[in-house]
């Protein structure tokens, strides 16, 4: 069974700052696919970020610019966050493809204030 593990979230003013990665365990498999995606109050998961075994890359409109998304050959992913706004804030969910199955992260709170 994959596991994955995100870290790196937390408070932040406008502005700053955060990379979050995710680490997937349990398979001798390299992930395919790693997607990025967040959950704030109210609102429904929305994608943030993908990137394939190519490597190549798609961003949501509103953060592009902002947020780049990478992987290395340790079944890693990162998420780098910059200029963060207040509308950033929500929990933030890793996914990752694994031999046409798709896996997640518990998630890790991003919050950033005004």
């Known amino acids: 069974q994959v596991q994955l593990v995100e870290s790196g979230g937390g408070l932040v003013q406008a502005g700053g700052s955060l990379r979050l990665s995710c680490k997937a365990s349990g398979t001798p498999f390299r992930v395919d696919a790693w997607g990025w995606y967040r959950q704030a109050p109210g609102k429904q998961r929305e994608l943030v970020a993908t990137i394939t075994s190519g490597p190549n890359t798609n961003y949501a409109d509103s953060v592009k610019g902002r947020f780049t998304v990478s992987r290395d050959n340790a079944n890693m992913a990162y998420l780098q966050m910059n200029s963060l706004k207040p509308e950033d804030t929500a929990v933030y969910y890793c996914?990752?493809?694994?031999?046409?199955?798709?896996?997640w992260g518990q998630g890790t709170q991003v919050t950033v204030s005004s």
């Open positions: 996914n990752a493809n694994v031999a046409l199955v798709d896996f």
